[in-house]
């Protein structure tokens, strides 16, 4: 079977991984970024701007970006809810944003306080300004595989989402297993057909491992040709708006999956299980991550 030979791997602990954990100090934001950063990923999402009393863990996002040492080999990206949020920021020098929306109305509402189809009306001015600035405009479509309020997303849905945003003008797509409800026959399916109605569109994935189907997704989808993940350092994360969804799945233990498959990330594993292990230090608790309990094949 035909894998891709390299995958580019996404690093999101420190935004989607922190923001379902009880807050930590601003000191301790930079300086699990810039440990990731020195860990050979190229890729790491940094912070949110969100309204603090949506994602109070997202408060100081301005303060992080300013302190954070920023590597040149790095590219470093923030997420957004909105106009407001893409404008914030912009205005902080970020110049790789993404935007979320939710298939799931209930979700989106929940989420971000406006109805799915307000979020999509905003995307062709979002879109815009962006661009304007020399920026990259992502969408990420949450809620792909299932809602805690809805259940089941139909393909259709997520499509009717994703055709929003093309003829907005985004530059690339991610799906996000917001639930962990996906499966692989349903990743295959909304793959295939995403790919069947919009080939040119760059595609990444973000699962969690709620039910414990997360790598199996990502093979799954490897078997397709994806060859951009989303991954959190230990584990980290979930979604506070969506009930009992737990963490991502652990950056350390993709790269060891992938490595094992002769697949190039460009990352250092040992140096990301140190990583995994500060984050567990200064979340105060256990992570989940089964490679920062057992380290590589050969310890």
């Known amino acids: 079977m035909a894998f891709p030979a390299k995958v580019s791997v996404r690093e999101v602990g420190p935004r989607d991984g922190l923001q379902n954990e009880d807050p930590i100090s601003t000191a301790a934001k930079v300086e699990l970024i810039d440990a990731l950063g020195k860990t050979g990923v190229r890729r790491i999402e940094a912070v949110s701007f969100v309204h603090p009393k949506a994602i109070p863990q997202m408060a100081d996002a301005d303060e992080v970006w300013s302190r954070v040492v920023r590597d040149p080999a790095v590219r470093y990206s923030a997420l957004v809810p909105n106009l407001r949020g893409a404008e914030r920021a912009l205005a902080a020098g970020f110049t790789e944003l993404e935007v979320v929306v939710s298939a799931s109305d209930t979700h989106n509402r929940r989420n971000i306080n406006r109805s799915t189809e307000e979020s999509l009306g905003e995307l062709p001015e979002l879109s815009t300004l962006v661009h304007a600035a020399g920026g990259t405009l992502q969408l ?42 996906a499966t692989p026959p349903r990743v295959t399916r909304l793959v295939e057909a995403t790919r069947s109605a919009h080939p040119e569109l760059p595609l990444g994935l973000h699962f969690h491992n709620t039910r414990g189907t997360g790598l199996a997704n990502v093979y799954a989808a490897l078997e397709l040709g994806v060859d951009d993940f989303d991954a959190s350092v230990g584990g980290l994360g979930g979604c506070p708006y969506a009930p009992g969804a737990s963490g991502n799945i652990a950056t350390e233990e993709l790269v060891y999956l992938l490595e094992d498959m002769g697949i190039d990330t460009g990352i250092d594993l040992p140096a990301m299980i140190e990583a995994a292990g500060l984050a567990e230090r200064l979340v105060g608790r256990k992570l989940d991550s089964q490679v920062l309990r057992a380290g590589p094949a050969v310890r």
């Open 140 to 181: 990420i479509v949450s809620t792909a595989w299932g809602c805690p309020y809805e259940g089941d997303v139909p393909v259709d849905r997520v499509l009717w989402v994703v055709e929003r945003g093309v003829a907005a003008g985004v530059d690339s797509l991610a799906y996000g297993d917001t639930t962990g409800m």
